[in-house]
C-alpha cells in the first residue's frame, strides 16, 4: 500500500487505531504506531515510538513527528484514531474543565496532527489522511462537547481536503458508530451505556467491531479511493439511518427463521 513511505497511527495501541495497525501492517504496509500511553497492539506487526505522544501537546507533536520521519522516512498515511470519550451529562452538569479536555484532545489534537503531517505531505505532493470522527458529530447527544468537538473534526476534514487537493493530498473521515472497543465495554460495564440499547436504533441491530471501521480507513487509504477527498464515511451497521425509526413505531422485527 505504502512501499514508498510510512503510514503514522495515532491512539494506535488500543481499540479503532490498534485494528487499523494491525489490518495496515498485515496488508503490507509499514505502520508507525504512537499514544499517550504506548503500548504494542496486540498482534500487530507495527513499530511502536516508545515515548508518550500525546496529540493535544503541540511541542511534542511538532518534534516527534520530524523524529520519526527521520528514522523510519516519510509519513505518506495518517490516521488520527487518538481520542476520548464524552463524558454523559444533562446540560446544567457539564464542567468547563471536561469540556476543555474533550476539545483539547479530539478536535484541536486531531487538527494539530493533521496538519504537522499534512505539511510535510503537501510539499512531497502526496498523502491520505483519516480522521476518525464519529456519528455523535452527525447527531445529537448528552456528550456536548465530545459532539461539538467530531462536528469539528468532520468540518476541518472538509476544509483541509479543499485546501490540499490541488497538491494531491486527500483527506477524508470515518464515522464509526458505536463500536465494540475496550473504551466502550468500560462504558458498557460501568452501567453508563445499554448494550441493547446501543444495538437497536441500527438497521442491522448491532454494534460495529473495530477491524470493521478498520477496513474502511484502509480503503480511504489505499490507491483504490484515488478520486475520494472530503467525504465523511459512516461505519455504523446502519445506526443513522435507522435511529429515526422510533418515531414511526420502530424498526421492523425480522422474520422468524
Ligand atoms: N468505540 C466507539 O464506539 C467509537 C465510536 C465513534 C468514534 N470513536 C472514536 O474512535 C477513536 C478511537 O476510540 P476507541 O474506541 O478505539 O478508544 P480507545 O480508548 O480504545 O483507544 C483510544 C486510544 O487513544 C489514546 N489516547 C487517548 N488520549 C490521547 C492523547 N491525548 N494523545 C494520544 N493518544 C491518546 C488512548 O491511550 C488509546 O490507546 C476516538 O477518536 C473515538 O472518539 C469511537
Known amino acids: ?48 515510538w516508545p515515548t508518550p505522544f500525546d496529540v493535544a501537546s503541540e511541542p511534542v507533536v511538532v518534534s516527534v513527528i520530524a523524529e520519526i520521519e527521520a528514522r523510519h522516512g516519510p509519513i505518506t498515511g495518517l490516521v488520527n484514531a487518538a481520542g476520548i470519550f464524552g463524558k454523559m451529562h444533562p446540560v446544567e452538569n457539564v464542567r468547563m474543565e471536561n469540556w476543555d479536555r474533550e476539545i483539547n484532545i479530539d478536535l484541536r489534537g486531531t487538527f494539530l496532527v493533521a496538519r ?53 493530498v486527500r483527506v477524508n473521515a470515518v464515522s464509526p458508530g ?7 465495554e ?10 441493547d440499547r446501543l444495538a437497536r436504533n441500527a438497521a442491522m441491530n448491532r454494534l460495529v467491531e473495530p477491524i470493521e471501521v478498520a477496513q474502511a480507513i484502509a480503503w480511504l487509504l489505499s490507491p483504490l479511493a484515488s478520486g475520494v477527498t472530503g467525504i465523511n464515511l459512516p461505519v455504523d451497521a446502519g445506526f443513522i439511518a435507522g435511529s429515526t425509526w ?12
Open 1 to 48: 500500500m505504502s512501499a514508498d513511505g510510512i503510514i503514522l497511527v495515532t491512539g494506535g495501541s488500543r481499540g479503532i487505531g490498534a485494528a487499523t495497525a494491525s489490518l495496515l501492517a498485515e496488508q503490507g504496509s509499514r505502520v508507525v504506531v504512537t499514544d499517550i500511553a504506548p503500548e504494542q497492539p496486540q498482534g500487530a506487526d507495527a513499530i511502536l
Open 116 to 168: 504537522s503531517v499534512g505539511e510535510r505531505m503537501t510539499k512531497r505532493r502526496h498523502g491520505a489522511i483519516v480522521n476518525v470522527a464519529s456519528i455523535a458529530g452527525m447527531t445529537s447527544g448528552p456528550i456536548h462537547a465530545y459532539t461539538a468537538a467530531k462536528a469539528g473534526v468532520i468540518q476541518i476534514t472538509q476544509t483541509l481536503a479543499a485546501e490540499w487537493g490541488r497538491v494531491g
Open 178 to 184: 458505536f463500536t465494540r472497543t475496550v473504551a466502550l
Open 186 to 195: 468500560a462504558g458498557i460495564a460501568s452501567g453508563a451505556l445499554n448494550a
Open 246 to 257: 422510533d418515531a414511526y413505531g420502530g424498526l421492523p422485527e425480522p422474520p422468524a427463521a
